[in-house]
């Protein structure tokens, strides 16, 4: 993939306007884009405007997706000012995350991880990404 290409990532849930409040709140995200019964499915698209990242999650009506199939699906955020870190960490609490311990420790050592209502999980690392 050449560099300067947006990623999404997509993924469904059994309680779309929740988990877009829940996101939008805990990580700052603004609303980009939403859709109704697009082929049977409703979305809403998540981020910040023009970031090269943003989440989509979706619900197909009649249809159960049910909870994250492990601990271990992550989005991990680099955030290497300690001050900010911590304020996005008490953010996520106040949006309605629960905080709980990695399933992979290493992101127990400079992060916390947070559980959203379907199971899937955010880290706020705090550090920064030089690769």
Known sequence: MKPGSTMRVARPTDKLAAIAEMYAKGLDFAVLAEFKD???????????PKQPYHIEFTSQRGHQVGKAPTRDHLLVFYVSNKDEWEAGCAQMISAGFREVPSYNPYWDLRGRTFEDIDGYRVVLQNAAWNK
């Open 38 to 48: 697009h082929h049977g499915f409703d979305g809403v698209i998540l981020g910040h």
